[in-house]
């Protein structure tokens, strides 16, 4: 399997993201630089956290005008799985592969620390693995990740099960204590209504090995490998 | 011409960070400051000589495409001619 790590000026969790997907998974991974609208035949996208040109403007709000962009909505159109870790899934909300929004954290901080998500919905490419209501230990690390949408959005996500994590206390209860920055009904991650595009504010990368504290995140990849080899394209 | 864009959080969405300019200003005793909210302003300076229109009509579209993020902000322009 082929996964593509979309590189961004500004990015910097690119190189966590290649180890997860490519020394950890296994599996091929290629860095795909935002300028060329070539996506190197992947079956899989991941676009990682950072600060896509400075976070100028709003985060994520320049890179939806990169070339790649307008790439990676026609693969995900075609129901190809496409991951965006923290800035990651500030980018598919702006370019419009997410619903909503990242406000600035309710707390005003950049906050950087390990939180426990549970695990809402394995019905993605990117959670199949997991078991339903599992938790994982995972870092954030994000001054912007206080995810809102309207009423009406809200209750579709709900409706149709496209919370996929939440954030919740180390025994898996969502209250507004383990909620870090102020997401509205805890959200730490979402999918589109093709389930393919999965968008969260954690980094699983960065817990993808017992060496970094926790691989609880790696939970991600493998539920990836298997997604893509039970339907090759 | 220049047209000056302010874009700001909805009415509806909580401003924090106007909520802390407000805190502070109480402290220092602007007690008839009740709410503040915090944006931020664009100038675009358009060429000498550009139909004025088609410059509305663009900044326009500018404001609403570009430095705004409707899902949680507005926007305002004014003009100096």
């Known amino acids: 399997m082929k996964i593509g790590v979309v590189v961004f000026p500004g990015s910097n969790c690119d190189h966590d993201a290649l180890h997860a997907a490519g020394a950890l998974a296994g599996q091929e991974a290629v860095a795909l630089w935002h300028d060329s609208s070539d996506l190197q035949g992947v079956d899989a996208v991941v676009i990682p956290g950072g600060f896509s040109f400075g976070d100028y403007l709003r985060t994520g709000a320049i890179a939806r005008f990169s070339p790649v962009v307008d790439s990676l909505k026609r693969f995900a159109a075609q129901g190809n799985p496409v991951l965006g870790i923290c800035n990651g899934f500030q980018i598919l909300c702006e370019c419009g592969l997410l619903p909503g929004a990242l406000m600035r954290n309710a707390g005003l901080r950049y906050i950087c620390k390990p939180v426990h998500i549970r695990v809402d919905s394995t019905d993605t490419p990117f959670t199949q693995a997991a078991v339903p209501g599992q938790i994982l230990r995972v870092p954030i690390a994000h001054g912007e990740g206080n995810y809102t949408a309207d009423a009406a959005t809200l209750a579709e996500l709900e409706r149709d099960h496209r919370i996929v994590f939440r954030y919740c206390t180390p025994t898996g209860a969502i209250t507004a204590e383990a909620n870090p920055n102020g997401s509205v009904a805890n959200i730490a991650g979402i999918c589109n209504a093709g389930r393919n595009v999965v968008g969260l504010m954690p980094h699983p990368e960065r817990a993808s090995e017992a060496m970094l504290g926790s691989a609880d995140g790696f939970v991600v990849f493998r539920s990836l490998i298997e997604a893509l080899a039970a339907s090759p394209r | ?81």
């Open chain 2, 1 to 81: 011409m220049k047209a000056f864009v302010t874009v700001a959080l909805k009415k509806t969405v909580l401003d924090p960070q106007g909520k802390a300019v407000q805190a502070a200003l109480a402290k220092l005793g602007h007690a008839a400051i009740r709410d503040v909210r915090q944006g931020k302003c664009f100038e675009l300076d358009l060429a000498a000589g550009t139909n004025p229109a088609a410059a509305r009509t663009e900044v326009e579209r500018v404001a609403r495409e570009v430095l705004t993020n409707p899902v949680i902000e507005e926007f305002s322009i004014r003009w100096d001619d």
